[in-house]
């Protein structure tokens, strides 16, 4: 299709159904109450209730005169853009409606999707980064994030400069410093600032606020994103804090059922739009039936993310005094003040991913894992079901050792994701499978 469209250029904005109401007499509609109409007018679908699934690759115009002022639209000789939708590669229905209701957890002006989380990060980096840039980045990133901009984006001519999560305003100062003259030696500028809050697999958390300053005093026109998989989008709002583009993997908690993979990004429409552009081009947009899978769990991604934290709470406060656990790695119970600070300000919840150091090393962690009975195996989080995995042989197995060590990925770890199974089922689990360790 259309040879014509210069989608970079041109990228072609969204068709909106009848404006819904955001608030009654006054009072905000909360996003709980949104994910059950918010962007779908049934009026458009036969008065379907739910969106149906749109599985087209193509739309058609009303007439030619109506295709002809499409493409004057998108092409620039006509004010305005396009009107409707024109291809799938683009966007289509459920894609839509699925990214209004994505904007309302962030309180986002536009959000896209993708057919995955790393298409979504992979994509966001490319629309800002050109040859010679340097992005600076938050250390750990989710291996594949940290791969991409090391192994990848490297061989387009983009280096990093990475600093450790609890980075303090002084020592942002100085790596926005560091990146600053890096981009100035090699020609290009800094091109993004991009954050994993908490960092997967530490858990550690990034003061986004003093990155927003720092940003501020250096680089003002420099964007910052941040991956908020793990605590979005109920336990963390990082546009409140000073973000710019905040990332998911909605293959986690928002899809929440460990039945899809898809991610996607939202933000103010001018951050958006170059991604857009570069989506419009390349394609990644999450297809419709996932988009239509993604509906359904926003209705109650509110209802299932409370319950996960409720039993991590519960599991955690268990699991802390047991005579075989070393420690936890859990974001109710910080040690550290700095990261204490850095939470009370940042976070609305602990969420129900964390560590549990077993007393011992790989063997006792691997007795506790196989006599697990509710708990599954398997790497991933965010799902209604409890997981657990080994991440030093496991996820983290091809890391080098000294690198372990510094993130504190020990034999003895076990991380755990929290479902919403009953509470007590899943202490008496644990109880009995830390009696076989
Ligand atoms: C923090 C974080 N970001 C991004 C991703 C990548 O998401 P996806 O698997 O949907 O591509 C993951 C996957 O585990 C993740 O944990």
Redesign the pocket.
């Known amino acids: 299709m259309p040879d014509a469209v210069d989608a970079v250029e041109t990228p072609t904005p969204r068709r909106k159904p009848k404006p819904a109401k955001r608030e009654i007499n006054g009072r905000p509609l909360s996003p709980a109450t949104l994910m059950m109409g918010h962007g779908f007018d049934p009026v458009l679908s036969e008065g379907s209730l739910k969106p149906p699934i749109f599985l087209t690759s193509t739309f058609a115009f009303e007439s030619a005169a109506a295709g002809k002022r499409h493409f004057e639209g998108i092409t620039g000789l006509r004010e305005g853009g396009a009107e409707g939708l024109v291809y799938s590669r683009f966007n289509g229905p459920n894609q839509e409606i699925l990214e209004d209701r994505l904007a309302v957890w962030d309180g986002a002006e536009d959000a896209l999707t993708f057919s995955?989380?790393?298409?979504?990060?992979c994509i966001l980096m490319m629309a800002y980064a050109s040859q010679n840039d340097v992005i600076v980045h938050s250390g750990p990133?989710?291996a594949?994030?940290e791969g991409f901009v090391a192994k990848v984006l490297n061989r387009f001519g983009v280096s990093y400069v990475d600093f450790p999560a609890g980075a303090t305003r002084e020592e942002l100062d100085a790596v926005l410093a560091k990146a600053k003259a890096q981009a100035a030696e090699r020609g290009g500028k800094v091109a993004m600032i991009y954050l994993?809050s908490p960092?997967?697999p530490t858990n550690a958390l990034v003061d986004v606020e003093a990155v927003q300053a720092a940003r501020d005093a250096a680089l003002p026109e420099c964007p910052i994103a941040i991956?908020n998989?793990?605590l979005g989008p109920l336990w963390s709002r990082p546009l409140d804090h000073g973000a710019d583009i905040v990332?998911?993997?909605?293959?986690?908690y928002v899809g929440g059922h460990s039945d899809l993979?898809?991610?996607s990004i939202a933000g103010a429409k001018k951050w958006i739009a170059p991604v857009r552009a570069l989506r419009n081009t390349m394609g990644g947009i999450v297809d419709p039936n996932t988009a239509w899978m993604l509906l359904r769990s926003l209705e109650t991604v509110e209802l299932r993310m409370q319950r996960a934290g409720e039993n991590a709470a519960k599991v955690c406060a268990f699991l802390r005094d047991h005579p075989k656990v070393e420690g936890l790695g859990y974001l109710g119970f910080i040690s550290d003040a700095r990261q204490q600070d850095i939470y009370d300000r940042h976070c609305l919840g602990a969420g129900s991913t964390f560590s549990v150091f077993i007393k011992g090393g790989e063997a006792e962690c691997f007795r506790f894992l196989d006599n697990l009975t509710i708990a599954k195996l398997a790497?991933?989080?965010g799902g209604t079901e409890t997981l657990a995995s080994h991440p030093a042989s496991m996820t983290h197995l091809s890391v080098p050792q000294a690198r372990k060590d510094l993130l504190g990925i020990t034999d003895n770890l076990v991380r755990i994701s929290v479902g919403i199974e009953d509470a007590g089922d899943l202490i008496a689990d644990f109880a009995q499978a830390l009696d076989a360790v």
């Open positions: 995955s989380g790393m298409t979504a990060i990133l989710y594949a994030s994993e960092a997967n991956d998989t793990f990332a998911y993997s909605l293959t986690k993979v898809a991610g790497v991933s989080l």
